[in-house]
T-cell receptor
Framework: GAVVSQHPSRVICKSGTSVKIECRSL??????MFWYRQFPKQSLMLMAT?????????EQGVEKDKFLINHASLTLSTLTVTSAHPEDSSFYIC??????????????FGSGTRLTVV | DAKTTQPPSMDCAEGRAANLPCNHS???????VYWYRQIHSQGPQYIIH???NNETNEMASLIITEDRKSSTLILPHATLRDTAVYYC?????????????FGQGTRLTINP
């Protein structure tokens, strides 16, 4: 089945630094990937849609200059949290949409990245 | 995409069937009903989806009412490992890169 690998699973960084999170589709090509953020006891909030070879589409209220998304290949999308602050501490999750699929079993999610900014 | 309404929490005894309801009264004709679950501190896991017919797989059954305005996810023999937040999502089409928008879901607790 479709597998999405997300790395790192956990990261602690200092305030003001940048952190890069990788999302890879291991056994399928993904022209589109999605990035979500989840705060404790809350639901997943869609941040942006990552499109291979083009600019990402950000949801309303998400700062594109703060959350840089790069989707340079059909199997890799990266999310960089720039100049991180404690309020950026959250659980970040990616999801991939296969390029070609018959009956769609739905999107596959990564295991998430727990970011803590100190 | 149509909005969904789910109870915030439910309890079920281990070994019994867990029936999770979802209202989607504004669903349109080409929109599918998807169910995902999220176990604590993990990414969501796909469970099942359907358009208008009832569906069953190795994990669960999905019962969609004839008017398609509501559905029920059934876990036939719940185990402790089924404790999770269950999300019902309505989304158009089965192809293409349409985003999934999560509501608040139902926190299901399976009790021994």
């Amino acid at each position: 089945g479709a597998v999405v690998s997300q790395h790192p699973s956990r990261v602690i960084c200092k305030s003001g630094t940048s952190v890069k999170i990788e999302c890879r589709s291991l056994d399928f090509q993904a022209t589109t990937m999605f990035w979500y953020r989840q705060f404790p006891k809350q639901s997943l909030m869609l941040m942006a849609t990552s499109n291979e070879g083009s600019k990402a589409t950000y949801e309303q209220g998400v700062e594109k200059d703060k959350f840089l998304i790069n989707h340079a290949s059909l199997t890799l999308s990266t999310l960089t949290v720039t100049s991180a602050h404690p309020e950026d501490s959250s659980f970040y999750i990616c999801s991939a949409s296969p390029k070609l699929r018959g009956e769609n079993y739905g999107y596959t999610f990564g295991s998430g990245t727990r970011l803590t900014v100190v | 995409d149509a909005k969904t309404t789910q109870p915030p929490s439910m309890d079920c005894a281990e070994g019994r069937a867990a029936n999770l309801p979802c209202n989607h009264s504004t669903i349109s004709g080409n929109e599918y009903v998807y169910w995902y679950r999220q176990i604590h501190s993990q990414g969501p896991q796909y469970i099942i989806h359907g358009l208008k017919n009832n569906e069953t797989n190795e994990m669960a059954s999905l019962i969609i009412t004839e008017d398609r305005k509501s559905s029920t996810l059934i876990l036939p023999h719940a185990t402790l490992r089924d404790t999770a937040v269950y999300y019902c999502i309505v989304r158009g089409g089965i192809q293409g890169a349409q985003k999934l928008v999560f509501g608040q879901g139902t926190r299901l607790t399976i009790n021994p």
